[in-house]
């Protein structure tokens, strides 16, 4: 089963910017590559839901953003690493909360956590002055 690596995170004053990054391997294909999956990237304020953040499907045709990253957060591939990257500026408090990186080979984006079938371990953002 496909293994996703997740580093980054910590600790940043509001206003300062992260990039977490995300590395797949053990490809169940062995020609496969990070271009057999859409993934997103979603998060989890102690006491709430997981809530999907970005989704950049597999195929390029979709890339969604939640309204509260818009503009703040983007996402970048590095095929020839097999990582993904999600890159936060202008953090704000509110963006404190566990970060995971998910993957899916369907080819569609649902920012939804079911939707999704392997996950990173999770990396913590702490965003506090």
């Known amino acids: 089963q496909l293994q996703l690596e997740q580093s980054g995170g910590g600790l940043v004053e509001p206003g300062g910017s992260l990039r977490l990054s995300c590395a797949a391997s053990?490809?169940?294909?062995?020609?496969?590559?990070?271009?057999?999956?859409?993934i997103g990237w979603f998060r989890q304020a102690p006491g709430k839901e997981r809530e999907g953040i970005t989704c950049?499907?597999?195929?390029?045709?979709?890339?969604q953003v939640a309204d509260s990253v818009k503009d703040r957060f983007t996402t970048a591939r590095d095929n020839a690493k097999n990582t993904v990257y999600l890159q936060m500026n202008t953090l704000k408090a509110e963006d404190t909360g566990t970060y995971y990186c998910?993957?899916?080979?369907?080819?569609?984006?649902?920012?939804?956590?079911?939707?999704?079938?392997?996950w990173g371990q999770g990396t913590q953002v702490t965003v506090s002055s």
């Open positions: 998910a993957a899916t080979s369907r080819t569609l984006c649902i920012l939804s956590a079911p939707f999704f079938e392997s």
């Open positions: 053990d490809f169940p294909r062995f020609d496969g590559t990070l271009d057999d999956y859409t």
């Open positions: 950049d499907s597999k195929s390029g045709s979709t890339y």
